[in-house]
Nanobody
Framework: QVQVVESGGGLVQAGGSLRLSCTAS????????FGWFRQAPGKERVAVAC????????NYADFVKGRFTISRDNAKRTLYLQMNSLQTEDTAMYYCAVSRLLVCEKAMSERFFDYWGQGTQVTVSS
């Protein structure tokens, strides 16, 4: 059984930083691309970033480029999302997801992600 668990969310002031983590069990961790998605209240879930199975290829949504960094440590079976220069618009539930692909497709479509965590809340105050 695949389990995906996010952690690291919380309350932070605008301009601050947070690092999210995601662990996954029940699968071959280093044989899957992983992604981060987010859903703000009243809005649809959107892709934030994606990373290939070996960590060499990353994709980012335009609204986080230059501020967020996705990375992974396959030895620790852990995915990360370093979020800097946080803005109030970044307030959302953040989800980690496991892709059936080795490398993320550019659009980071949800249809390629098979397993999801329960999410971790990030709240950015002004």
């Amino acid at each position: 059984q695949v389990q995906v668990v996010e952690s690291g969310g919380g309350l932070v002031q605008a301009g601050g930083s947070l690092r999210l983590s995601c662990t996954a069990s029940g699968l071959t961790f280093d044989m899957s691309a992983f992604g981060w998605f987010r859903q703000a209240p009243g809005k649809e879930r959107v892709a934030v970033a994606c990373i290939s199975y070996n960590g060499r290829i990353t994709n980012y949504a335009d609204f986080v480029k230059g501020r967020f960094t996705i990375s992974r440590d396959n030895a620790k079976r852990t995915l990360y999302l370093q979020m800097n220069s946080l803005q109030t618009e970044d307030t959302a539930m953040y989800y980690c997801a496991v892709s059936r692909l080795l490398v993320c497709e550019k659009a980071m479509s949800e249809r390629f992600f098979d397993y999801w965590g329960q999410g971790t809340q990030v709240t950015v105050s002004s």
